[in-house]
Nanobody, 117 residues
Framework: VQLQASGGGLVQAGGSPRLPCAAS????????MGWYRQAPGKQREWVAA???????NYADSVKGRFTIPGDNAKKTVYLQMNSLQPEDTAVYYCNADITNWGRNTYWGQGTQVTVSS
């Protein structure tokens, strides 16, 4: 199983980039997918998640600004980021709780988002 995240880069404050994360490989079912981020000098923190049924949850720091739409057919989840602030600068990682021969958690490689003021 591989998770491929993309869409990062340098963004101006107030921008609205979208990060896709696509799952591929031997997948019987995706239970939930989510996004984490790690800012320089800080621990990785949870950002948002979506269940297979479409239920979403968000960290307080991004609630109202970020959304996490998913496309089950494409096995892809997105992180739609709006009203970006410099403190959103981080490496963004997607992860997925996937059932194949068992139930396992997988991580993408991370994509850097840098917000300039």
């Amino acid at each position: 199983v591989q998770l491929q995240a993309s869409g990062g880069g340098l963004v101006q404050a107030g921008g609205s980039p979208r990060l896709p994360c696509a799952a591929s490989g031997s997948i019987r079912g995706i239970n939930n997918m989510g996004w984490y981020r790690q800012a320089p000098g800080k621990q990785r923190e949870w950002v948002a998640a979506i269940t297979s049924g479409g239920r979403t949850n968000y960290a307080d720091s991004v609630k109202g600004r970020f959304t996490i739409p998913g496309d089950n057919a494409k096995k892809t989840v997105y992180l739609q980021m709006n009203s970006l602030q410099p403190e959103d600068t981080a490496v963004y990682y997607c992860n997925a709780d996937i059932t194949n021969w068992g139930r396992n958690t997988y991580w993408g490689q991370g994509t850097q988002v840098t917000v300039s003021s």
